[in-house]
Nanobody, 119 residues
């Protein structure tokens, strides 16, 4: 059973930084995409950033230049460095893992970690 465990959320002042981590466990195909999504109160879940196992990244326009995704494939962990945080970044951040095996598309989610940006 694949599990994703996030850590690193919390309360931070505007302009501050936080680093989120997400560790994957279980049987995982080595070629995959890991990333982060977020859901603010009253809004739909949205893409923040993803990174393939080969290193290709994708960022939402709203976080470009402020957030950086990285991953350690050996540790099966993905990180999200968030700098210059704004109140509108307040949301529950979810780790996501997806891959395709034998034409089956598999997708997993973490439990979410709350990030609150407020003075």
């Amino acid at each position: 059973q694949v599990q994703l465990v996030e850590s690193g959320g919390g309360l931070v002042q505007p302009g501050g930084s936080l680093r989120l981590s997400c560790a994957a466990s279980g049987s995982i195909f080595s070629i995959n995409v890991m990333g982060w999504y977020r859901q603010a109160p009253g809004k739909e879940r949205e893409l923040v950033t993803t990174m393939t196992s080969g290193g290709t990244t994708e960022y939402a326009d709203s976080v470009k230049g402020r957030f950086t995704i990285s991953r350690d494939n050996a540790k099966r962990t993905v990180y999200l460095q968030m700098n210059s945080l704004k109140p509108e970044d307040t949301a529950v951040y979810y780790c996501n893992l997806r891959y395709t095996v034998l034409s089956r598309n598999l997708e997993y989610w973490g439990q979410g970690t709350l990030v609150t940006v407020s003075s």
